[in-house]
Structures are given as C-alpha cells and as structure tokens.
C-alpha cells in the first residue's frame, strides 16, 4: 500500500501497523469469537443504494442541529477511552479537529485527560459541543462528581453506558495482560498509574462499576444532580427503547459496545429500525459500531438515525497523526458522504429515507425497503 489514506481501510491498516500489538488488540479486538465485531461491519454491505438521477445537486446540505448547536454533517467522535495510546495528545488532539471540522465529541470515563482539559482544547479552537459517558458506578459520590465535573465544563449531555454491568470478555487482552501503559492514569475516575498497575484491567472494572444498576435508580438518580440530556447508550432492542421513553430520556443510542461486550449480539444496523419504527419519534435515535464510510453513514440515515458516533476509526487516526489524523478521518467520511448524498439525487438530510435503499435477497431480485 502507499502512503496515501484514501479509506478509513488505508487508516486502519497505518494505524494498525504503528502499535504495539496489546494497544492494537485492546483497540481493535471484540469479545470472544468476535462474530459482532464483524457482523457490525459485514451488515451494511447487504444494503444497496437507489440513486434517482437528473437532479440539480450542485448545493447539498449535509449538516444537522444537535445538542442545540448545528454540526457539519451527522456524524460525531464517540467516547473511547485511553486514547493517549495511540498519540500523547490523546483526546485533546480529538476536541480540537472535531472542533475544527465542526462535529461533536464525547468523551470517555476512562479518558486520560480531565473533562476540563478536554472541553477547552477544542474550545480554543472553536465553539464545540461535548458530551459525557458514563457507567453506573459503586462510589456514587465520585460518580456526582464527574457529572458535576461534566456540566461545569460545558458538557451537554451524559451518555449512560448501559451494556456493561460487568465486562465482556476480551480473550485478546487477556493473552496479552492488557492494562493502561505506565504513566496513564483515568483523573475522572480519580486513579492514576501506581493504582491502574496494582490490578487487572479487569478487576479495575469491576471494582468501580456496578453490576446492580437499574433504569428505577439511575435515571431519577441522574435527573436530581444535572440538567444535562441523559442518553443510554447500549439499546439494541425496541422494549429497551419504549423504556428510555418510559423513563423520560432524551435519546438512545443503538449500540453494542463495538462487539467487546456480549459477542454474538446483533449489528446495530440490523437492530437500528426495529428501535428507530418503536422510538415513533418520541425520543432521538442515534448509532455507532462498524461505521466505515460515508456511505454507512447515509444507509443508516435512511433506516432511522439522527446520527452516527464512530471510535475506532478515530483512534486509527490518532495512531497515523494526532489532531491531523482525525481531521483526515473526518475529512473522509464527511467528502464521502456528501458525493453519496450527491450520487443518489439528495439535496439534504430529509430526503435520505428508506426509498432511498434496498437489500440483497439471497433468493431472488433486490428487496425495497
């Protein structure tokens, strides 16, 4: 391959080839037999595209309002953790060129800069939303304290990890003894490098987070302490989305954690309408997992997403070149996605419907949707 990143393919396999091999298992590896990893990716190639043609798409409009703020086109950073891995800069080189291209960012509870650090990064750039993950934590008081952290920050919304009671099953990290480098720590959850090293990754996790999580105590919990938006994300299911609305949530976001929770889960493109046709439009729909170009972006628009949060794709860009990695990552999926757009005759976000796709019947000629 030459140098040149065309794809977010070319930037995987550059960035990939510049890690050490437990940075790039801990980044690029599912659960178990990774079935889901895969699936996320393999799904959206068995939708097609129904271009209509002759029409006057010399301005297109691809951008979108979320979070009160408009955002050039409907897709953000999701919340990944130590991303000082892939680059020292880590998820400070992230705010600024999401800044600097416009999109949002959210940000993790294992990043290795404080919330503080991270919102005025790209602030200084330019004017940026971030959001903040979060898990349901044993220590309630430092879980109120990374909220309050969050919203003093500028953070519009808490992304509820909701998939992970306990942690999926990595055999790839655990052959490879996987825990943070020396040196990182995780200062929203208040522990640095001599405590990291101390115990497995593992046994970290579980002995922050709680297993005894529940919709009746975290979601009132949540509505007590802030007045940020509370998102769950993790929902794969329709049930699952009639109770965020139950609850009084203000979105989901279909997501199966990238396959590194429950393996063998279904693709969150394959479980995106299905929540999307439940949600009726009371709640917002968003999506993550498998995202690799532009196009998969307009496909899960036309099945019901607002928008598309992709990680590892922003990691593969810290890996190749820190806040310029990022930018080209976006940079890709943003040209991509305005040609598709171009290519099959939409002239803005609300003409990208279910017309607009079909999907390959093994058995014959090409479903409509």
Known sequence: ??????????????????????????FNSG??????LHDNIA????????????????????????????ISFPLCASPAGLQAMAHPEGELATSRACAQM???MGISSYANHSVEEITDAGNQVAPINHVMQLYAMNDKAKQERIVRRAEAAGCRAIFLTA???????????????????????????????????????????????????SWATEIPWLRSITKMEIWIKGVLTPE???????????????????????????????????CAKAARG?????????????????????????????????????????QQGVELMLKIFYEDFKRCMQLTGCRSISEITPASLAIVNAHGPLARL
Not at 31 to 36: D, G, K, L, M
Not at 182 to 209: K, T, W
Request: hydrophobic fraction near 35%; charged fraction near 25%; glycine fraction near 10%.
């Open 282 to 322: 009371r709640i917002r729909i968003h999506v993550d997992g498998g995202i690799r170009s532009g196009v998969d972006i307009f496909k899960a628009l036309a099945l019901g997403a607002e928008c598309c949060w992709v990680g590892r794709p922003t990691l593969w860009g810290l890996a190749h070149g820190g």
């Open 1 to 26: 391959m030459t140098n040149k990143i065309l794809s977010i393919a070319d930037l995987e396999e550059a960035a990939s080839n510049s890690l050490p091999v437990s940075v790039r298992d801990f």
């Open 43 to 70: 799904a959206y190639r068995k939708y097609r595209l129904l271009p209509r043609v002759l029409r006057d798409v010399s301005r297109v409009e691809t951008g979108i309002s979320l979070f009160g703020r408009e």
């Open 31 to 36: 659960a178990t037999n990774q079935v889901t």
């Open 102 to 104: 416009g999109v949002n």
């Open 163 to 213: 998939d992970s009671p306990v942690l999926g099953v990595r055999w790839n990290e655990w052959r490879n003894g996987f825990k943070a480098p020396v040196g990182l720590g995780y200062p929203m959850y208040e522990r640095y490098s001599d405590e990291i090293q101390s115990e497995s990754h593992d046994d970290g996790f579980a002995s922050a987070n709680s297993a005894s999580h």
């Open 240 to 274: 699952d989305v009639e109770t965020a609305i139950e609850y009084g949530c203000d979105g989901v976001i279909i997501s199966n954690h990238g396959g590194r929770q429950l393996d063998e889960t279904p693709a969150t493109i394959d479980a995106l309408p299905a």
